[in-house]
């Protein structure tokens, strides 16, 4: 097997766009060969803990609802192209991913993480849940079949906090700027949402690699 880390966010359109396209990748070839593992990734590090209006926020990033517009028409355009559903306008809040984070970790320890990113994706980009909420997240954990104490007890303490940021940061000295950025059997870093093409084109050099071996 081939490790494919991923480095994300999960209120990151563009990372939302990329897991669908390499989903659709996976689906064409279910005998392929990564071991995917999930890392954090703040696109907003110093957001307030209980958030901010969406709309305060992406004027503020972007200059204004012109420049909110100018940056957020490729991610529709992207999103349609790829199939990847989309409701922009349910999203009132931009959230702290802190918390969302550790939820993936928690769920990768029951190997159930790449379901709880798909979770959390579907929780913010189409219905429009604010995923820093505890009852939210608990929720999330319960559709996972994760237990709803244990997760709501961490939730509310610090386990993971420091563990989570220092990860992100280790990132960042590693020259990582943007989300998604994959790295391929930690050699070849693939930044961006890339096409289903791409990645299918990608796993079968591996295979003749592995066959040929």
């Known amino acids: ?44 590090p110093d957001m307030p803990a209980d958030g901010m209006d969406r709309r305060e926020y992406l004027e503020t990033k972007f200059g204004g609802k012109d420049g909110v517009l100018k940056s957020y028409g490729p991610v529709v355009d992207h ?79 610090d386990s993971d906090r420091t563990d989570i940021s220092d990860r992100d940061k280790h990132s960042r000295k590693m020259g990582v700027q943007s989300v998604p950025t994959f790295i391929i059997a930690n050699q070849h870093a693939v930044p961006g949402a890339q096409p289903a093409d791409m990645w299918i084109k990608v796993i079968e050099e591996i295979k003749e690699q592995l066959d040929a071996q």
């Not at 880390?5 to 939302?16: E, R």
């Not at 970790?105 to 579907?122: C, D, N, P, R, Y």
């Not at 009852?135 to 007890?153: G, K, P, S, W, Y």
Request: proline content about 5%; hydrophobic content about 40%.
């Open 79 to 157: 999103a349609q192209k790829a199939g990847a559903e989309l409701h922009l306008d349910k999203i009132e809040k931009t959230p702290n991913t802190l918390d969302a984070h550790r939820m993936i970790h928690w769920a990768g320890i029951e190997g159930k993480q790449t379901a709880m990113v798909s979770a959390l994706f579907q929780a913010y980009f189409v219905d429009g849940k604010d995923i820093s909420d505890i009852d939210t997240l608990v929720d999330i954990a319960q559709t996972l079949e994760m237990d709803a104490d244990a997760t709501r007890r961490l939730l509310t303490s």
């Open 1 to 44: 097997m081939v490790k494919l880390d991923i480095i994300s966010d999960p209120i990151c359109p563009w990372c939302y766009i990329g897991k669908t396209q390499l989903d659709k990748a996976l689906a064409e070839i279910p005998d392929h060969p990564f071991t995917i593992e999930w890392h954090p990734f703040q696109l907003n």
